[in-house]
């Protein structure tokens, strides 16, 4: 079992930055492929961006691209969103996901592959 917490939400005007963490307990994380999600209001899930259990691979939403960065501190049990450039239509609840992965650089782009979610954090940019 692992727990999912995300942490480094909040308000931001937008082209501003937010830098989101999602820490886990329970298990050694380093072998979990792990991913972002955001859910805005009214709106779907929608995935963000993924990153292998070793680092070595990551994976992003063309609406994200350039803007966003993955990464991941096995040492810490954390993995990393830095968001730049923020626009008002990403204002959403951000959660992070994880799953046990056989391969060192195989991401999930699918919230249907993740078995273990956390309970999100809410991030807002205003215009």
């Known amino acids: 079992q692992v727990q999912l917490v995300e942490s480094g939400g909040g308000l931001v005007q937008a082209g501003g930055s937010l830098r989101l963490s999602c820490t886990a307990s329970g298990r050694t994380f380093s072998r979990y492929a792990t991913g972002w999600f955001r859910q805005g209001p009214g709106k779907e899930r929608e995935f963000v961006a993924a990153?292998?259990?070793?680092?070595?691979?990551?994976y992003y939403a063309d609406s994200v691209k350039g803007r966003f960065t993955i990464s991941r501190d096995n040492d810490k049990n954390t993995v990393y969103l830095q968001m730049n450039s923020l626009k008002p239509e990403e204002t959403a609840v951000y959660y992070c996901?994880?799953?046990?992965?056989?391969?060192?650089?195989?991401?999930?782009?699918?919230?249907?592959?993740?078995?273990?979610w956390g309970q999100g954090t809410q991030v807002t940019v205003s215009s």
């Open positions: 996901a994880a799953k046990y992965g056989s391969s060192p650089f195989r991401v999930e782009r699918s919230e249907n592959d993740y078995d273990y």
């Open positions: 990153i292998s259990w070793s680092g070595g691979s990551t």
